[in-house]
């Protein structure tokens, strides 16, 4: 069992920075897969970046080159560094982990967290 709490979302002017953190309880943290996905309303779940164990990474394209994803091991948290934000990231942002392989698909990871709101002004 894995619980995530998000946190680090908030509102931001579009050319901005933000940086999610998503802590997670268990020891088995760094075998995980760990993602994070966005949705806004009325939409499905997005994926946007995602680490492995071994620090690979994948990244929507929308997202390439401006966000980065990272984890410690050592604190049990996965990031999402959000620069040069734009007004269509505005969604609710939530972090999933899961056992297997790095994907893109929510069906992939079997824990989630609340989500946190992230929220781009024009």
């Known amino acids: 069992q894995v619980q995530l709490v998000e946190s680090g979302g908030g509102l931001v002017q579009a050319g901005g920075s933000l940086r999610l953190s998503c802590a997670a309880s268990?020891?088995?943290?760094?075998?995980?897969?760990m993602a994070w996905f966005r949705q806004s309303p009325g939409t499905e779940r997005e994926f946007v970046a995602g680490?492995?164990?071994?620090?690979?990474?994948e990244y929507a394209d929308s997202v390439m080159g401006r966000f980065t994803i990272y984890r410690d091991n050592s604190k049990t948290t996965v990031y999402l560094q959000m620069n040069s934000l734009k007004p269509e990231g505005t969604a609710v942002y939530y972090c999933?982990?899961?056992?297997?392989?790095?994907?893109?698909?929510?069906?992939?990871?079997?824990?989630w967290g609340r989500g946190t709101q992230v929220t781009v002004s024009s």
């Open positions: 268990g020891r088995t943290f760094s075998w995980y897969a």
């Open positions: 680490i492995n164990w071994s620090d690979g990474t």
């Open positions: 999933g982990a899961g056992g297997g392989a790095l994907g893109n698909s929510s069906t992939e990871y079997a824990y």
